[in-house]
Each structure stands twice: as structure tokens, then as C-alpha cells.
């Protein structure tokens, strides 16, 4: 049996330990510590850099709610790393799996690939804490509304959720030949028709958000549209959601010039939705 299976084996075992023993904290932290390490040992496997690999922070020594991160499209962990590090100095949890544009035969991976490896993610966290909360950028915004039509969730922070994306020149042209020749599109346009599916998608299945959501965009945002934002308003269920539009801060809103802006956001969104979150 390889190391892969191995593992996927422990996991097995763990979760069926959990799942008759749900009190028990250490269980459910050993569960999503090997999750993280069948991703971790997967990504080394293929030689990924380690700052581009899964991460997982976890509450040692105190119960703790969780925080999944998805990333971007065409990103990877790294971009998410000094939310994960701030999120995890204020008490949380978190996890961000590493999730593939590509599949092992070097051909792109398909969005509901995505969505199925999220959501095991989530599963798992979920596990670890009913109190879990999904912060997707981009596309991972996109994957977290999917995900929280189908699992009750605690919140959800949106960055720059991909649903419309800049109306460039060259955009407007592939729109255009997607209109007219769809199968020449997405032979022609790989990883990026998926992502193009998975916006379709959200956009006519995700008719609701129940869960407490913060939509965080920048102004100044060069990939995706802010008329994405007026979209998930009118699908916002909860009162204590929150849209926001930043005048600064780029497409990575997390990592440019409204970072520290952002992070402080999200805290206090957390704290205010749930006074029993960590401080």
C-alpha cells in the first residue's frame, strides 16, 4: 500500500473513531491534522514549494473555531498565508488546502474537481467544529457560496468573489467566441473555461445565502467586475451580512494596500456575529 493510501486509511479510521466519540477534541484534531497531512505529503510528492503547499495552524493547547481558506484560481496557498498567520494569532483554527489547476496527467482539472476537494476540506472541518467559517478569495468565493448551499456553516467572507469578471478587450472577445463556438472555448481556453462553468454555475444554482456573509472588494480591482457585488446582495438572506467596496487594494485584496484594513474586517465581523468566537 503506498503512503497515499496509508493515510487515506488512517483518515478513514479516525473519522469512524470521531464519529462515535464526537466530544472527544483530540480525536477531532487528529482528524484534521492527518487531512492535512495527506495534502502536505501530496504536494511535496510533487515537488510544489513549500510556501505554495496545504497549511494548517491548530489550536493546541484550547478549543478553538475553525477557519477554511480557499484560494484563487490561478493561486496557491501563499497567497493566503498572512490572513492564516492573523487569523491564527486571534484564536482560530485554519486550514488551507492547496487545490490543483491541473490534474496528474498535466491536464486542467475540472471545477467541480474544486468544489469536491473543498468540500472535504470543509467536512472534515466541521468535524473538528461545527463553528467553522469559509473565507474564499476569487474563485474560492465562488466555491464557498456552492459549498454553503449545501452545509450549514457558521459565516462566510467573501474577497473579490469571482461571479463577472472585467469586461477587458480581450475578455470581451472570448466571450464572444464562447457564445458562438462554446466546445471551441473551452478547448482553447483550459483552466480558465472552468472557472468561467463554475461562475455559471454559482450564478443560477446559489439563489440564497443563509449564513452571515462579509463581501470585502477593491475599487481598483482589475479581474473580476464589482457589479458582481450587486448579484450576491440580492442573495443575501441574513441581516447581519455585510457588502463592502474598498476604494484600494487590487484583486488580492488580503495582501495589497487595504490588507491590514481587511484582516480587521473580518475579525470584527467574526466577533460581532458570534460573541463566542475567540477575541
Not at 484563487?72 to 497567497?79: C, L, R, V
Not at 488546502?97 to 476540506?121: F, G, Q
Amino acid at each position: 500500500m503506498t503512503w497515499h493510501g496509508q493515510i487515506n486509511r488512517t483518515i478513514w479510521e479516525i473519522k469512524g473513531s470521531v464519529e462515535k466519540q464526537p466530544k472527544n477534541a483530540k480525536l477531532r484534531a487528529e482528524l484534521l491534522r492527518t487531512l492535512f497531512l495527506q495534502r502536505f505529503e501530496y504536494d511535496r510528492s510533487l515537488r510544489v514549494p513549500r510556501d505554495d503547499r496545504s497549511f494548517l495552524f491548530l489550536q493546541e493547547e484550547r478549543a478553538s473555531a475553525g477557519m477554511l481558506l480557499i484560494h484563487g484560481a490561478h493561486g496557491t496557498p501563499a497567497e493566503m498565508r498572512e490572513l492564516g498567520n492573523f487569523l491564527f494569532g486571534k484564536g482560530f483554527t485554519v486550514y488551507c488546502p492547496r487545490l490543483s489547476r491541473y490534474d496528474l496527467k498535466n491536464r486542467p482539472a475540472s471545477w467541480e474537481s474544486w468544489v469536491t476537494m473543498a468540500e472535504n476540506a470543509l467536512t472534515t472541518m466541521l468535524l473538528f467544529t461545527p463553528k467553522t467559517t469559509i473565507v474564499g478569495l476569487s474563485l474560492g468565493g465562488t466555491i464557498a457560496m456552492i459549498l454553503e448551499a449545501i452545509h450549514p456553516i457558521e459565516r462566510m467572507v467573501l474577497l473579490a468573489p469571482a461571479l463577472r469578471t472585467r469586461m477587458s478587450i480581450k475578455a470581451r472577445f472570448y466571450a464572444t467566441i464562447r457564445h458562438v463556438t462554446p466546445t471551441l472555448f473551452y478547448k482553447v481556453a483550459g483552466w480558465n473555461g472552468e472557472v468561467a462553468k463554475a461562475m455559471d454555475y454559482a450564478g443560477r444554482s446559489v439563489k440564497a445565502v443563509k449564513a452571515p456573509t462579509l463581501v470585502l472588494q477593491a475599487r481598483d480591482d482589475r479581474v473580476v467586475s464589482n457589479r458582481g457585488l450587486n448579484a450576491i446582495r440580492k442573495r443575501l438572506s441574513n441581516s447581519a451580512s455585510e457588502v463592502v467596496l474598498l476604494p484600494h487594494g487590487s484583486h488580492t485584496i488580503m495582501r495589497g494596500k487595504a490588507k491590514e484594513e481587511v484582516f480587521e474586517r473580518i475579525q470584527s465581523f467574526a466577533q460581532k456575529t458570534d460573541s463566542k468566537q475567540p477575541a
